[in-house]
T-cell receptor, first 111, second 111 residues
Framework: KQEVTQIPAALSVPEGENLVLNCSFT??????LQWFRQDPGKGLTSLLL?????REQTSGRLNASLDKSSGRSTLYIAASQPGDSATYLC??????????FGAGTRLTVKP | NAGVTQTPKFRVLKTGQSMTLLCAQD?????MYWYRQDPGMGLRLIHY???????AKGEVPDGYNVSRLKKQNFLLGLESAAPSQTSVYFC??????????FGPGTRLTVL
């Protein structure tokens, strides 16, 4: 069974810092990995999707990497802003009907 | 282009009552999903559909039924609600093996 772990569970940083969120998974036979952002009381917003054949994806200040063999992904956020405060979720897809989510990292960026 | 919409946004039920949650998407996606999100448990897949007229069980299907009579709609039914079904329910849709897009969620309380 695929287990997805996100560390740390919570993170607080001052504005402007670069930071890394971690995601690990136990079964490396995945099709893709997706990072989401969730604001309190809201739905999930897709940030980045990395297909299993890719090593990384970038969108603006966000960069996500994937190392399938070690079962790890990282989400790098450059020059963090208070508006980045949210919970970040990673999810791995063994096939399109079996997406497993981590419990998330709650990020607070202090002005 | 509304993306994925869900109705209702909030609902309170008494134990034993029934209800139907509606999900609609306007992106012509083949795949649709229902998840529940509980504190400390992350998101878990309830049922999914890979096309009009087809449905299948996910990780936690007991107590729920679904129907996909039209490609753009996916309904989640609770025939006899139980307090354990108190949760936030999310619908999502996607093309096969591509990123999933989520609706805003339905917050359900069963008393």
């Amino acid at each position: 069974k695929q287990e997805v772990t996100q560390i740390p569970a919570a993170l607080s940083v001052p504005e402007g810092e670069n930071l890394v969120l971690n995601c690990s998974f136990t079964d490396s036979a995945i099709y893709n990995l997706q990072w989401f952002r969730q604001d309190p009381g809201k739905g999930l917003t897709s940030l980045l999707l990395i297909q299993s054949s890719q090593r990384e994806q970038t969108s603006g200040r966000l960069n996500a990497s994937l190392d399938k063999s070690s079962g790890r992904s990282t989400l790098y956020i450059a020059a963090s802003q208070p508006g980045d405060s949210a919970t970040y979720l990673c999810a791995v897809n063994r096939d399109n009907n079996d997406m497993r989510f981590g419990a998330g990292t709650r990020l607070t960026v202090k002005p | 282009n509304a993306g994925v919409t869900q109705t209702p946004k909030f609902r309170v039920l008494k134990t034993g009552q029934s209800m139907t949650l509606l999900c609609a998407q306007d992106m012509n996606h083949e795949y649709m999903y229902w998840y529940r999100q509980d504190p400390g448990m992350g998101l878990r897949l309830i049922h999914y559909s890979v096309g009009e007229g087809t449905t299948a069980k996910g990780e936690v299907p007991d107590g729920y039924n679904v129907s996909r009579l039209k490609k753009q709609n996916f309904l989640l039914g609770l025939e006899s609600a139980a307090p354990s079904q108190t949760s936030v329910y999310f619908c999502a849709s996607s093309y096969p093996r591509y990123e999933q897009f989520f609706g805003p969620g339905t917050r359900l309380t069963v008393l």
